[in-house]
């Protein structure tokens, strides 16, 4: 049974820091990450391939964002700077369906999802 598992949300104030990490079960798998705020979408963040030389980012997180993972632990991270009130989320990592699935923005290519890691951005 593949599993993934977020850590590191928590409450930060505006133009804070946090890093949030997703353990996965399984491994050379593309991953995401996304977020969903109360009443809305969930909305991707950010990408990675298996090796880790592709990524791709949301116009609003660039820049401020960074996706990078560690093979050797199966686990890809999340560092977010400049944290803004309105990012305030549940953060959830994914990954596709198969080894063969690349990085992508759309959500409906993602078939693992973890239970999500609440991130609060203070005004």
């Known amino acids: 049974q593949v599993q993934l598992v977020e850590s590191g949300g928590g409450l930060v104030q505006a133009g804070g820091s946090l890093r949030l990490s997703c353990a996965a079960s399984i491994s050379r798998y593309a991953m995401g990450w996304f977020r969903q705020s109360p009443g809305k979408e969930r909305e991707f963040v950010a990408a990675i391939g298996w090796t880790g030389y592709i990524t791709y980012y949301a116009d609003s997180v660039k820049g401020r964002f960074t996706i990078s993972r560690d093979n050797a632990k199966n686990t890809v991270y999340l560092q977010m700077n400049s944290l803004k009130p309105e990012e305030t989320a549940v953060y959830y990592c994914?990954?596709?369906?198969?080894?063969?699935?690349?990085?992508?923005?759309?959500?409906?290519?993602?078939?693992?999802w973890g239970q999500g890691t609440q991130v609060t951005v203070s005004s």
């Open positions: 994914a990954a596709p369906g198969t080894r063969s699935g690349g990085p992508s923005e759309g959500l409906s290519q993602y078939h693992y």
